[in-house]
């Protein structure tokens, strides 16, 4: 059984610092974008993370490209 796999619209999510808890652990709040296009290159999508980021008071910790496809029988 032959199985293909189609693309899904990826996802943008950034993690930022959001100051440190009770017990000196860093929380961390994500902000996700959906519907990015599954072809928009890694280095489009970071130049797009960069600009969001500069407009932010917190400190980023992580850029994640999250990328989803869907599977069928051929």
């Known amino acids: 059984m ?40 890694n280095e489009n999508l970071y130049a797009v993370a960069t600009a969001i980021i500069g407009l932010q008071s917190n400190t980023p910790i992580e850029v994640l490209r999250k990328d989803e496809s869907q599977l069928s029988e051929a």
Request: zero cysteines.
């Open 2 to 41: 032959a199985i293909s796999a189609e693309k899904s619209p990826s996802h943008l999510s950034i993690v930022y610092n959001n100051g440190v808890d009770d017990n000196g652990k860093t929380k961390k709040k994500t902000k996700s974008y959906a519907g990015v296009k599954a072809e928009a290159t």
